[in-house]
Structures are given as structure tokens and as C-alpha cells.
């Protein structure tokens, strides 16, 4: 998505370590105009999907999710992180790593917003290792929903996430793929 | 505002303790068609107010900013939660107490995403003791910016929060006002 990957260029940093910083228009601030172009992006390109909800997981998955959401009509649930170990019947519950956090967080959804009836795109703002996503797709297997497609602002196409999850089938959009990124010459996108 | 009190009274679950549930349209699962009315009065109300930001604070005040800002034309900053001591020149740093998680928390703003040129719209969720928006006013303050307003979507009126917000001078607009609330009598709203 050429404005996303303009945007990127422009206000994205690129520091040692492979850390792309965003945070000027994706992850604290944000700049809810460009996300209602990404949820444009992504209604025209999952328009022969039934989606009926949208789900993503907090904290900088929500804002996005949530302006999308109103092109497709439909609500968003959001996963909550916890990083108590939380044994409940009333939720489905499954743990990811984070790299970035160096520890692993229990993810949960209420039983009560999520079930076989649903038709789920998921949304978040990152791709990079994918566990936050296979911690998603995780919680809509147990929960018996069928997930019509992965929407994803920025995948960082050098690290293993996205291709994993393309090789389990799903259908992933993501609206820009960084192939490479260095401090000095900049960032390469994926054609 | 009508629509979000008759929701409130068809889909919020008063338990023991004062606590409201509103997990199903609010704060879990997100109605966002709601998040637009709710938004569209919020610039009604503040109409007169030259609101360039608006500012709210992790994980259930994201979804309901981002919507809002689209009716402003304007971007959201969200405060991030942190439990560790965050010493760092380049942020806004103040402690808030978590009544719900019985812990206090640090709440963080880059100083590159506020300041004195800001004219901020403050906006929540949730408004009972007051002591996350405190900790927001407090960063307001420290950033130099102008706070025009802040925007509460459920506020508990028998708790002190929204009086201490209005006795220091703030104009403070909750679209529900919970008076009193019982789970066998239901819920009062102020008039």
C-alpha cells in the first residue's frame, strides 16, 4: 500500500537490532486518517470474505482495529495480556512470547465474544516472529471460528512470522513488507 | 446521551461492589458504530474547542479515541501502562493507582507527541476515583499543553473523580452518569 510504505519512509526509524520505531503515526501516536485508508485497503481486499468481527489484541493492535471495524460494520474483540497465570472457564486463554518484552503473557478472550458462529479477521499492526498472531489463532481454533483472513499494517518480511503463517494457509494482507532495513541506507520493500 | 444510557441499562451487568460490566459493547467486545455516536456528541459538545489531539491512555480508552478522532479530524496519543520504574529524559513519566489491579503503575507519553503548542480532548472510558485522568492532567500539565476538555463515555457519580475534576475548573462531559447502581434494582442514571 503505497501511502503506508511512503509514511514508513518518511517518519519510520530504523535502529540497530532490527527495530523499525513507528510510533509517530502507528503505535502511540496515531494517525487515525491513514487507518481509515488501511481499512479501506483491507475491506477491498477481503471483499468476498464474510467477516462478521474483527479481532486484535492490546494495546497497539485496538486503534486500528477499531477505525477499520467501521468499514466492515462489524465489532472488534480485543485479547487482553496478563501476565498472571489465569485459570477461568468463562475464557479461552493461551500464552505468547514476546520478544521484545523478553517474557511470555497469558492472552485472553471471553468465551461470551468469540464462538463457532464467528467469522473472524484478524488485525494487528506488527508481523514479525508471529507469536502474538499464532496466539490468536490459537484462541479462534479453540473457540471453533473460522478465521477468513490476517490483516496486517507492517510485516517485517525477514523474519519468519509471515511466512509460517502463509505455509498454515491463511490468507495474509499485509500493507507493507519490509524486506530489509538498515540504520544507514534505509528501508527495501517487498514488490 | 439517550442511546448509550438505554445500552448501559439492555447490556451492562451490575455486580456486588460497585462494579459495572460493560465488557459486551464497551471495553472487550467494541461496538464501534456506538464509538461513532458517542464521538459525533463529543464534538457536538465541544464545538467551540480548537481540539488538535486527543489524548487517552492504554488498553480499553484506544478503540473509543481513535473512533472519536475521526469526527475531529484529529490524531490520539495513547499514555502507555508500565510496571517498571521508566527513568528516561526522553518521556513524561507520573504514577497512577489502580484501584481494579490494586497496583500502582508508571504512565508514559513521549515528549515528541505533546506539548505546549497541544490543544488535548481528554478521553476514557471509565471515570470513578479519577485516578488515571489525574495522571493524565498531570502530563498535560507537565507538557505544557492546553487541556480543552475531556470526554468520559460511563462516569460513576457516587464515586468522587468527576466532582474533584469539576471543582478544579475542567469541563468535563460524561455521556452517562451512573447516580447509583444495585444488581437487584438496576441503575440510576443523573438527569
Known amino acids: 500500500m503505497k501511502i ?102 497469558d492472552v485472553i478472550v471471553s468465551r461470551k465474544f468469540l464462538g463457532p458462529e464467528d467469522h473472524v479477521l484478524i488485525i494487528d499492526d506488527f508481523l514479525a516472529n508471529g507469536c502474538a498472531l499464532q496466539g490468536l489463532l490459537q484462541i479462534t481454533k479453540e473457540a471453533g471460528a473460522t478465521v477468513e483472513g490476517i490483516g496486517i499494517a507492517i510485516e517485517k518480511g525477514f523474519q519468519p512470522g509471515g511466512r509460517l503463517i502463509r505455509e498454515q494457509g491463511f490468507r495474509l494482507e499485509s500493507l507493507a513488507i519490509v524486506e530489509s532495513m538498515d540504520p544507514e541506507t534505509g528501508i527495501v520493500f517487498r514488490e
Request: hydrophobic share 40%.
Open 4 to 105: 503506508l510504505e511512503d509514511r514508513i519512509r518518511r517518519d519510520g526509524i530504523v535502529r540497530e537490532g532490527n527495530v523499525l520505531k513507528v510510533d509517530s503515526f502507528l503505535n502511540h501516536r496515531m494517525d487515525v486518517e491513514l487507518f481509515r485508508e488501511m481499512g479501506r485497503e483491507w475491506k477491498r481486499l477481503f471483499a468476498d470474505r464474510p467477516v462478521n468481527k474483527i479481532l486484535t489484541i492490546e494495546a497497539s493492535g485496538i486503534g486500528i482495529a477499531a477505525v477499520a471495524a467501521l468499514e466492515f460494520g462489524v465489532p472488534v474483540v480485543f485479547a487482553k495480556k496478563s501476565k498472571s497465570i489465569n485459570l477461568d472457564q468463562d475464557n479461552y486463554v493461551t500464552q505468547i512470547e514476546s520478544f521484545t518484552h523478553h517474557r511470555t503473557y
